[in-house]
């Protein structure tokens, strides 16, 4: 028998050569639910500034997927009894924790649906194709919920060094081009072992993972929250506000796709349980359903939703001006002022209401290492497990488990800050 044909493999620029045997792990990707992550950008909107960053979801989950093989069979060589009903379990909740991701990513996770989050959308997903598949994501599910009794696989989804954290640092750094995102992958793999039941580091993998704390304060620093990512980011969401408030003001809004629609006119919230008939149109959202829209939308009829929809599609994005908090709350009377100067001179609506659709104040918060909850554990030479932040030789790591806040507002260019 050909053994090759027992194996599918993908060719990654990230780790690879990626090999997957065939069997429910192969059927899942081959999903409808998994395909559509083909159709959602990893980075959101992240392509407008790193014209590079056209990856996807997809890329990203087969390539947690693969870190996911590899730190079992290391775990496996250091004799942790892990089953192979256990390795299978692990790696189809790793495959799955991003499938519950809307179209580009966090940009619109709370704007669609009230009350939500992606994972919780992940979980029905799961117990979906569970009955599916006729029970064959029982364990799966158990971990990813971190209901299994052995806690160190649910930290391999999950935890302050989980295969989807190591994947997208590796991964985004890779195409944005921004190298002090890259991490010493398996290093850090090659030296996790379990300790009284959790995920450790041992001793010589401490400097790596001290890379991966930086790197992850840099990529947020750099990437995640750039300053045009946070205006772009603020703009299309305030085209979805101008699309519902039309809609519940009775104007006709034109909306070419259904599940939008279902979205936008229905304003649905998980709060009580996401309905069978909220994850069928979800599962068929994808970003192309934005931009459909999008472009409908720059022809509107409605001044204000037709301007916000042309300038994102042209790139010409809002401003973003970073102050201390006391100091941005007094900028605002004073940029609500000029923006409605400036729309009463170009004709366009400038009451109070409409004024608010081109501004916005908010904050961003990154922080590279929680130390306090989800600590990273590095097992010493007197086999004795100690928090990251004391066993670390440079001190400058506690600093990194401070969160960074920096409020900021978004505003049109055309006026002076």
């Given at each position: ?8 493999i993908?060719?990654d ?12 792990i ?12 083909r ?15 056209e990856h996807?979801?997809f ?8 870190l ?45 649906i ?10 029905k997903i ?24 052995k ?16 994947d ?30 959790n ?9 790596a993972v ?14 995640y ?13 305030k085209i979805?506000?101008r ?8 104007a006709?809004v034109?909306?070419?796709?259904k ?35 999008l ?20 790139r ?6 970073f ?15 000029k ?7 170009n ?5 109070d209401i ?16 929680k130390y ?18 004391k ?27």
């Amino acid at each position: 028998m050909d053994k090759s044909r027992q194996y599918k493999i993908f060719s990654d620029p990230v780790h690879g050569f990626i090999t997957i045997p065939k069997g429910i792990i192969l059927k899942l990707i081959d999903h409808p639910y998994i395909q559509r992550l083909r159709r959602i950008r990893q980075l959101g909107l992240g392509y407008l500034v790193f014209p590079a960053a056209e990856h996807s979801r997809f890329s990203h989950a087969i390539g947690a997927l693969e870190l996911g093989q590899r730190v079992l069979k290391n775990l496996r060589e250091k004799d942790t009894t892990i089953s192979d009903a256990e390795v299978t379990g692990t790696l189809i909740a790793i495959l799955l924790h991003d499938a519950g991701h809307g179209p580009l990513s966090h940009t619109l996770e709370h704007t669609l649906i009230e009350d939500f989050n992606h994972e919780m959308m992940s979980l029905k997903i799961m117990e979906l194709l569970n009955k599916e598949f006729e029970g064959e994501l029982t364990t799966a599910i158990d971990i990813f919920q971190d209901l299994y009794p052995k806690k160190f696989l649910h930290q391999l989804i999950s935890s302050q060094l989980d295969m989807d954290r190591l994947d997208y640092l590796k991964r985004d750094s890779f195409f944005t081009g921004v190298s002090e995102g890259s991490v010493g992958i398996n290093r850090i793999l090659k030296t996790m072992r379990v300790f009284n039941g959790n995920v450790v580091i041992e001793k010589k993998g401490i400097y790596a993972v001290e890379n991966y704390i930086l790197s992850r304060r840099l990529m947020y620093m750099q990437v995640y929250l750039h300053k045009t990512v946070l205006s772009a980011d603020a703009l299309i969401r305030k085209i979805f506000e101008r699309v519902k408030f039309l809609l519940q003001n009775g104007a006709q809004v034109n909306i070419p796709s259904k599940s939008m629609d279902y979205f936008l006119s229905k304003k649905p919230s998980s709060k009580k349980n996401i309905s069978f008939k909220m994850i069928e149109h979800y599962m068929a959202l994808d970003d192309h359903d934005v931009f459909i829209c999008l472009k409908s939308w720059s022809n509107s009829k409605d001044k204000i939703l037709a301007d916000l929809t042309t300038r994102f599609l042209n790139r010409s994005l809002f401003r973003t001006t970073f102050a201390d908090r006391k100091h941005r709350d007094s900028m605002l009377d004073d940029i609500h002022l000029k923006t409605k100067e400036y729309l009463q001179k170009n004709g366009f609506p400038n009451d109070d209401i409409s004024v608010k659709f081109y501004y916005d104040a908010d904050e961003s918060y990154s922080e590279a290492y929680k130390y306090e909850n989800e600590s990273i554990w590095i097992l010493d030479e007197d086999n004795r497990a100690i928090e990251f932040s004391k066993a670390a030789d440079t001190k400058h790591i506690i600093a990194l488990t401070k969160p960074v806040v920096k409020p900021y507002i978004v505003h049109l260019k055309e006026i002076s800050s």
